[in-house]
């Protein structure tokens, strides 16, 4: 029973442009989302993230959307760059304090082309 | 750097060894969490401790699997007489515990079992 559904397994940007990653969750006691990015052989890294009592968090060039009544989370990278390239995680909690443990999808590769 | 510490960063044991996995959380970080990733999925929760704590172990297998974090040193997961099935990337993660502080991540160990 997969939770946290990332479909797009790859997304393939042009540099400066934006990039748009998509997560769906089915959850809806989930109070708690996450984006990390991963390089290959390292760990993921924390990126932003939202509580489920807000729509919209901004941090510099990462801008996460969440829409509950959809149970659809985006995260938008403007302008995106090649260092951006990677792979990305959605990632979902329950409880509001956070302490508890991480539902991630299965991942979507961004590629960045100069 | 005084973020999450992982060791052996590759590991290889031959069928029916044992396997134990070390890690460090950041420092003032109480919370310990274990994931598994296999190859081209995202990552699986584990176990989540706190010091001397099993706080949830939802998503350890039932037999041959342990954790443990004790008052003094770092988290391991063991892996008591390893199959193939176990090769995978095995990541600790660490949080302070408060609320809307996300966890951070290590490189991860890769087991491979021969």
């Known amino acids: 029973d997969q939770q946290v559904k990332q479909n797009s397994p790859s997304l393939s940007v042009q540099e400066g442009r934006i990039s748009i990653l998509n997560c769906d969750y089915t959850n809806s006691m989930f109070d708690y989302f996450l984006w990390y990015k991963k390089y290959p052989a390292e760990g993921p890294t924390f990126l932003i993230s939202i509580s489920s009592i807000k729509d919209k968090n901004e941090d510099g060039r990462f801008t996460v959307f969440l829409n509950k009544s959809a149970k659809h989370l985006s995260l938008h990278i403007v302008p995106s760059q090649p260092g951006d390239s990677a792979v990305y995680f959605c990632a979902a909690s329950l409880g509001s304090s956070n302490t508890g443990k991480l539902i991630f999808g299965q991942g979507t590769t961004l590629q960045v082309k100069p | 750097n005084a973020g999450v510490m992982q060791n052996p960063r590759h590991l290889v044991r031959r069928r029916g060894q044992e396997a134990r996995l070390r890690c460090s959380p950041m420092?003032?970080?109480?919370?310990v969490y274990w994931y598994r990733q296999l190859p081209e999925e995202g990552l699986k929760f584990m176990v989540y401790l706190q010091k001397e704590n099993i706080i949830d172990e939802s998503g350890m297998p039932k037999e041959r699997f342990s954790a443990e974090f004790p008052k003094e040193g770092p988290s391991i997961l063991r892996i008591q007489q390893v199959v193939r099935g176990d090769s995978a990337a095995y990541f600790c993660a660490s949080s302070p515990g408060d609320q809307g502080q996300p966890q951070h991540f290590g490189d991860g160990t890769r087991l491979s079992i021969l």
């Open positions: 420092k003032g970080h109480s919370h």
